[in-house]
């Protein structure tokens, strides 16, 4: 009975939370609309450009490493060892949700090659969800004024976006969207 207090509990507050957690107005008047002309801060803290996968496939995930869908990590990292030649895939942690990514930089990126062997271009931890601190990458993604048609940002930790050879965002996937899941494998491979 205990238990399962402690799972009512836990899920209220985070309905809750993401609830009356409402989104504060963002300024656009600096951003592009081009996803190429963004860039972003890699978990060895190199700048990376995303002009740099220009004519790939880009799989952008928010990732977290103590979420239940943390274990997507094994996915990911196997859809990108089976198509990195099509395809690329990049993490960016963030502790939007519950705080689900409370270390460093350095502990997320060990956690994730110790216990996944993640290979995948990872970020430095970034907030994902729409406010003052959200990520220009993912106001980008999460604004149809920038990209044309979504205004979905992360509801959780997992969410995909995928984005063409030419830079347009093609869809948005949800956590529970598994990463060898059909709607991913036809993206890549132009079904």
Do not use: R
Not at 21 to 38: M, V
Not at 123 to 135: D, L, R, T, W
């Amino acid at each position: 009975m205990k238990i399962l207090f402690i799972c009512l509990f836990v899920l209220t507050i985070s309905f809750s939370y993401a609830f009356f957690n409402k989104e504060e107005n963002q300024e656009l008047t600096d951003l592009s609309y081009s996803i190429y002309d963004y860039e972003a801060v890699s978990i060895d803290g190199n700048t990376v450009k995303l002009s740099d996968y220009k004519g790939k496939k880009i799989i952008i995930v928010n990732v977290a490493s103590k979420c239940g869908y943390t274990y997507q990590y094994e996915g990911l990292q196997s859809l990108y060892s089976k198509y990195k030649d099509k395809v690329v895939i990049l993490g960016f942690p963030a502790n939007d949700f519950l705080w689900q990514e409370p270390g460093k930089n350095s502990k997320i990126k060990s956690f994730c090659q110790t216990n996944y062997g993640v290979e995948f271009p990872m970020f430095e931890k970034i907030a994902v969800k729409k406010n003052k601190k959200q990520h220009p990458i993912f106001t980008w993604l999460s604004n149809k004024k920038l990209n044309g048609w979504n205004d979905n940002a992360p509801s959780w930790n997992f969410c995909k976006y995928l984005i063409n050879e030419e830079g347009n965002l093609i869809n948005f996937l949800s956590s529970s969207v598994k990463p060898f899941d059909q709607e991913i494998i036809s993206f890549i491979e132009d079904e």
